[in-house]
């Protein structure tokens, strides 16, 4: 099985410099243009034979640009969306540094960030998603995943069966995409992070 997970494009908060998270912001012109030179590449390159989606709109209209090039079916998957940021979502970030400060020390693993949720149900949720696509895509297919950057990294630590509270942060550039492999109960990392279909 083959899994290609992609961040969506540049969106309207990108702009604003705000806290994005559960915020619904739209994909801008410019994200739109990189939405589309990422689907003709994939297509071209790694072609789906499923699409998954964050119902976010920012995720859910980039994925409908590697729909239209694939043709592939397109299925919403809530569990995919964004970290559950609560009270920050939408705020501009110096408004939240200053209304909602981190703790002294950060905040634990288990405790949900107001109105939002915690680093320990944020990892829940992508298990869930790494488990259903498991049981119920076929052992040789390709899948890929549109979502988001907190949700993406938190994919991979999944996928790597990283410990559930760490340090380590994959990164994904606006319509970069990642590959990963399991083969023969053998998992491998293809390509992290690419951006190639923006290269020119």
């Not at 099985?1 to 410099?17: K, V």
């Not at 072609?47 to 964050?54: R, V």
């Not at 994925?63 to 009270?87: D, H, R």
């Not at 298990?127 to 949700?151: C, F, N, W």
Request: net charge negative; aromatic share 8%; glycine share 8%.
């Amino acid at each position: 099985m083959e899994l290609i997970i992609i961040r969506h494009g540049e969106s309207e908060a990108d702009l604003l410099g705000v806290h994005e998270g559960r915020a619904d912001f739209p994909l801008t012109e410019h994200g739109r243009e990189q939405a589309e030179k990422m689907a003709a590449y994939i297509a071209a390159k790694w072609k789906p034979d499923i699409i998954l989606a964050s119902t976010l709109k920012r995720a859910w209209e980039t994925a409908q640009f590697l729909q239209k090039e694939t043709g592939c079916e397109l299925i919403a998957e809530p569990n995919l969306m964004e970290y559950n940021n609560g009270v920050l979502a939408g705020l501009p970030r110096e408004v939240a540094a200053t209304r909602y400060p981190l703790p002294p020390g950060g905040r634990p693993s288990y405790i949900p960030i107001e109105g939002g949720e915690s680093e320990l149900e944020f990892r829940f949720r992508v298990e869930y998603v790494l488990q259903k696509i498991h049981y119920e895509q076929p052992a040789d297919g390709r899948i890929a995943i549109v979502s988001h950057g907190g949700t993406i990294s938190k994919l991979i630590n999944a996928f790597l069966g990283l410990p559930v509270t760490n340090e380590t942060i994959f990164p994904t550039v606006d319509t970069g995409f990642h590959v990963l492999e399991i083969k023969k109960d053998r998992k491998m990392i293809r390509i992290l992070n690419s951006q190639i279909h923006l290269a020119n």
